[in-house]
């Protein structure tokens, strides 16, 4: 081996181990910039169990004090009991609920959100989902892409969102800068929350079937939890009804993505724009085909200004307990 190899090699067992997990959006950035700090186990890139892979990378368990993660790859409780020595995880979402909280504190972990401030990119998201499929913008692209010049203008119209109904579903930071950036357009906005507002005057539910059945569209912006799985059930969506529009920018298990698939091909509701689904990355064929689905992949907080400071936000929450990186 040449003498640079090994000291390259020597320079980077003394780097402190970070163990990635996802990997997250802002990791090429994060791994640019902190090159120098950690050394870097990219458990993302590896088919095997953890202590295969740790095994394999000469790593001891025991030497590893933090994680980098994302909702991609889960931190189980098998993988916290693993790492003896573990401190913290920085996870870039706002969600936790790939991470095993219980655990985490049975071992006095800390879990940091490095995600950002990004409730403003998430409800600029949420409304354009929401113009594009009651507005049909989507499906008048595709059509005039494959419309020929002798081609009759055979286009499905749209809608005015203007005056239209909307049910917040989780009337947190997301739902508060959706509900604003929509009466900016003159819609009517109500709410369900685990809790009633006292600062708002929005119309508040406490049973999510009645606000469907209130609304013309449904913004599902609340946590993923036990209580809020399939918070939007059949039943809301039949209580929404044909003409009803539903967004989902929070997470894809708080909709019964089959149900919603069915009530979507059978015209059981309006149409719907989905920045996340059930089980992701993998996304239901069925939609593919339907010109009342707008689709994006999970991407309604990735702005490049948001990367930047989500690796700015990770890089201090690690540096906080290894001061000396």
């Known amino acids: 081996m040449a003498m640079e190899d090994k ?81 913290i995880i920085v996870t870039t979402s706002v969600g936790t609920d790939h991470i095993d909280l219980v655990e985490c504190s049975r071992h006095s972990i800390q879990v940091a959100c490095a995600a950002g401030d990004h409730a403003g990119d998430v409800a600029d998201m949420a409304v354009g989902l929401l113009l594009d499929v009651v507005c049909k913008i989507s499906a008048a692209d595709r059509h005039v892409r494959k419309r020929g010049p002798s081609m009759p203008l055979n286009v499905v119209f749209g809608y005015k969102l203007k005056g239209k109904r909307v049910g917040i579903i989780g009337l947190g930071k997301i739902g508060i800068a959706v509900a604003e950036r929509l009466e900016a357009f003159g819609c009517r906005m109500m709410y369900n929350s685990r809790n009633e507002k006292a600062f ?50 929070g997470r894809g298990a708080l909709i019964d993505e089959n149900e919603l698939v069915q009530c979507l091909m ?22 593919f085909s339907l010109d009342n689905v707008v689709l994006s992949p999970h991407a309604s907080s990735l702005t490049s200004d948001g990367l930047h400071e989500s690796c700015k936000l990770a890089a201090e929450a690690l540096q906080v307990f290894f001061p000396s990186n």
Request: glycine share 6%.
């Open 7 to 87: 000291h390259n090699l020597k320079d980077n067992k003394e780097l402190q181990p970070l163990l990635v997990f996802g990997p997250p959006i802002i990791f090429p950035i994060f791994e640019a910039q902190n090159s120098h700090k950690y050394r870097f186990l990219k458990a993302f890139s590896s088919q095997v169990p953890l202590h295969q892979f740790l095994t394999e990378q000469k790593v001891d368990p025991s030497s590893i004090q933090a994680i980098l993660c994302n909702p991609s790859q889960k931190v189980s409780a098998d993988a916290i009991r693993f790492l003896p020595s573990l401190r």
């Open 266 to 287: 059978k015209g059981e509701i309006g149409g719907a724009g989905l920045d996340v689904f059930e089980n992701e990355p993998i996304v239901p064929t069925h939609l």
């Open 200 to 249: 708002v005057s929005y119309p508040f539910y406490s049973n999510v079937v009645e606000l469907a059945g209130d609304s013309d569209v449904l913004v599902v912006c609340c946590a993923l939890n036990e209580e809020t799985r399939h918070i939007v059930n059949r039943e809301v969506m039949l209580a929404l009804g044909k003409d009803g529009f539903i967004v989902n920018v």
